[in-house]
């Protein structure tokens, strides 16, 4: 049974005639894992907590299956919620045929947001995610950036929650060779996505990286400095697509100001 704190509103939770025991609750509230015979063996189960209330056998052998724990972050973070439907109990799958990378975000908590990465087959061997450096004077560790390369990114897609379709960004068309992504660190949200006009990943394209066209990379394209509170980045873009996917530059700027969680506050 599950009840309120105050004893009220008690009601059947396993409800099956069958034994169940030793109930553990994640460290969420949104799952009670415990041992149960429903399967005719002694198993361990998880079950939701909220509507529909679904439950999962998680052990399926000869063995008796007792005390299960879920307080090891391991067991809060195994979400996968990209992607086609049926993973994740109704949630989605991270990667598939055309989105080879991504970028996780977790904190001492576990699982905070995934951001996929798509990119044609043919030019997943060349894609490569570099850290960017960010300005010693900025406003400290609130926002973080990466560059991402390939021969051509089509778009990127974020986590928007169990079982909601994500959130997609569309880089522009012709695809980009190059994207600066800037996340929110308190959440890990992807806040900021700025794609390279004509770039070509030296790696991605073939070209021997000692070349002149290794100078065409995207790092060597972007420029990062501090103008008071504000994150000045420069370079050549041909979109500049904001917190919630809009590409508010559609025809290219030279220039975009972020806020100090990533905000764009304005493009030049």
């Known amino acids: 049974m599950v009840a309120?704190?105050?004893?009220?509103?008690?009601r059947n939770f396993s409800n099956t005639p069958d034994r169940n025991e030793h109930p553990a609750w994640s460290g969420d509230a949104n799952w009670i894992a415990f041992d149960s015979e429903r399967s005719g063996n002694e198993d361990i189960w998880l079950q939701q907590t909220q509507a529909p209330f679904h439950a999962f056998r998680i052990t399926a052998h000869a063995a008796d299956d007792r005390y299960p724990h879920l307080g090891s972050p391991t067991a809060q973070i195994e979400?996968?919620?990209?992607?086609?439907?049926?993973?994740?109990?109704?949630?989605?799958?991270?990667?598939?045929?055309?989105?080879?990378?991504?970028?996780?975000a977790y904190d001492d908590d576990g699982y905070r947001n995934?951001?996929?990465?798509?990119?044609?087959?043919?030019?997943?061997?060349?894609?490569?995610?570099?850290?960017?450096?960010?300005?010693?004077?900025?406003?400290?560790?609130?926002?973080?950036?990466?560059l991402v390369?390939?021969?051509?990114?089509?778009n990127l897609r974020e986590d928007a929650g169990r079982g909601?379709?994500?959130?997609?960004?569309?880089?522009?068309?012709?695809?980009?060779?190059?994207?600066?992504?800037?996340?929110?660190?308190?959440?890990?949200?992807?806040?900021?996505?700025?794609?390279?006009?004509?770039?070509?990943?030296?790696?991605?394209?073939?070209?021997d990286a000692s070349s002149a066209d290794a100078a065409r990379s995207g790092a060597d394209r972007v420029r990062q400095r501090v103008e008071g509170d504000r994150l000045i980045v420069e370079g050549?873009?041909?979109?500049?697509?904001?917190?919630?996917?809009?590409?508010?530059?559609?025809?290219?700027?030279?220039?975009?100001?972020?806020?100090?969680?990533?905000?764009?506050i304005d493009v030049r």
């Not at 309120?4 to 008690?10: E, K, Y």
């Not at 996340?183 to 900021?192: P, R």
């Not at 590409?247 to 030279?254: L, Y």
């Open 79 to 104: 979400r996968v919620l990209i992607g086609a439907p049926g993973s994740d109990w109704g949630g989605f799958d991270p990667v598939w045929s055309s989105a080879y990378a991504g970028i996780c």
């Open 114 to 146: 995934f951001v996929r990465i798509g990119v044609a087959a043919a030019h997943a061997g060349g894609l490569q995610i570099t850290p960017m450096a960010q300005p010693s004077a900025f406003m400290g560790p609130q926002l973080v950036g990466a």
């Open 164 to 207: 909601c379709e994500p959130r997609v960004w569309l880089l522009g068309s012709p695809n980009p060779g190059a994207a600066v992504l800037y996340f929110d660190t308190s959440s890990g949200k992807l806040v900021a996505a700025l794609a390279l006009r004509d770039v070509v990943y030296p790696a991605a394209s073939g070209a």
């Open 236 to 264: 050549d873009f041909s979109a500049v697509c904001d917190a919630e996917g809009r590409n508010i530059a559609p025809g290219g700027t030279t220039g975009v100001s972020l806020g100090e969680r990533g905000t764009v």
């Open 4 to 10: 309120d704190a105050g004893g009220t509103a008690a």
């Open 149 to 154: 390369e390939a021969t051509a990114l089509v």
